[in-house]
């Protein structure tokens, strides 16, 4: 069993930044896949980053590229996603996911939100105009 909490959301202006975190208990992310995906009333989960623990590779959606990163503290088993020129239409509730690797799949597997076993509550992130 895996524990997923995020942080770190809440209100800010057009053009501002935000960082949220993703911290795990019960075990290490050091042999996992670790996303964050997003989430509009009313619409399904959207995928927004993931990183592979080990060797630290790295994927971002279009609409996030550029202006939001993954950081990680290994001491801490945290990740972050540090976001900026933050935008109205990033509005959403922000969650973290983790899995153990599933083999013979390739990265794109890790696109989706059905890869992931294991979820955080959310986190809510509202940009003001």
């Known amino acids: 069993q895996v524990q997923v909490v995020e942080s770190g959301g809440g209100l800010v202006q057009a053009g501002g930044s935000l960082r949220l975190s993703c911290a795990a208990s019960g075990r290490t992310f050091s042999s996992y896949y670790v996303g964050w995906f997003r989430q509009y009333p009313g619409k399904e989960r959207e995928f927004v980053a993931y990183i592979r623990w080990n060797g630290g590779t790295t994927y971002y959606a279009d609409s996030v590229k550029g202006r939001f990163a993954l950081s990680r503290d290994n001491a801490k088993n945290t990740l972050y996603l540090q976001m900026y020129s933050l935008k109205v239409e990033d509005t959403a509730v922000y969650y973290c996911?983790?899995?153990?690797?599933?083999?013979?799949?390739?990265?794109?597997?890790?696109?989706?939100?059905?890869?992931?076993?294991?979820w955080g509550q959310g986190t809510q992130v509202t940009v003001s105009s």
């Open positions: 996911a983790a899995t153990a690797p599933v083999p013979f799949n390739s990265g794109s597997y890790y696109y989706t939100s059905q890869a992931y076993l294991y």
